[in-house]
């Protein structure tokens, strides 16, 4: 039957991928599997839209999605980044009552890829695969400052933006002026923009490449922690993010909080 050839060739392209080095153009994988360009090019369309695949937005090649990554989550050990973020975030919901979260950019919105609630009677949930507003909280924005305006354009669509809270940046301009603030101190505040009440904080982690493939983020109760502790809040958050950076083989400096309005050095 020819769904279950569509599955099996499904199937075939995953696991190309899952063997390859780095990302592969429809073409490669077609001469790999012995198929046309055009049933690859639907293929992998179908795959990368339910997540399994992931386009590099450069090369316009493939590689495995989010989905193929949580689906082997129990052998995360293997997994560099979901191993190493996964102690990172342990540690801060154990150590300092946060909650904690993995995430990254799929279509026009945050994935959540781990997320550990914190050990303290304050708890924001999160599960597994459930996706979060870009604009509205850390993680998505830590991800969408590195981008150009037209890839943010792109990504987010038209504003106004949903207004999850008082204080959510519905609005273009104002979107704009808050991840270039972002860009240049090199992490993300949601002021209860997201939730009432809650207050987040995030920061990229990087490849080798130095290219952004995740963020780490906290999120606590604006009450139980005013804005004078907001510092060692940022500064756990940044180092958390720079050794998840440097298990995948980023060589850059770490950054060091200097101040809210100011940058990270």
Known sequence: MSGNQSLERGLAILELLDSAPAPIGIRAIGRELGL?????????????QAG????VRETRRYKLGYRAMTLGSAMAGEDRLLATAGEELQHLADQFQLNAYLGALRDNRVIYLKTVQSSGPIVVRAAVGSRA???STALGKALLAPLDQAEIEALLGPA??????????????ALLAELQV?????????RE???????SF??????????????????????????????ELIQLVLGAAHRCSQAL????AALVFSGVSGHAA
């Open 52 to 55: 399994f695949l992931e386009q």
């Open 182 to 190: 972002v860009r240049s101190r090199g992490f993300a505040i949601a």
């Open 133 to 135: 507003n870009a604009h």
């Open 193 to 199: 923009e997201n939730i009432v009440g809650v207050v």
């Open 160 to 173: 106004p933006y949903d207004r999850l809270t008082p204080a959510t940046i519905t609005d273009w301009p």
């Open 249 to 252: 083989g980023y060589q850059g």
């Open 202 to 231: 995030g920061a990229l982690i990087r490849d080798s490449a130095n290219q952004p493939v995740a963020a780490l983020s906290v999120a606590c109760l604006a009450s139980q922690h005013p804005e004078a502790e907001w510092p």
């Open 36 to 48: 046309s360009p055009t049933i690859v090019q639907r293929l992998a369309s179908t795959l990368a």
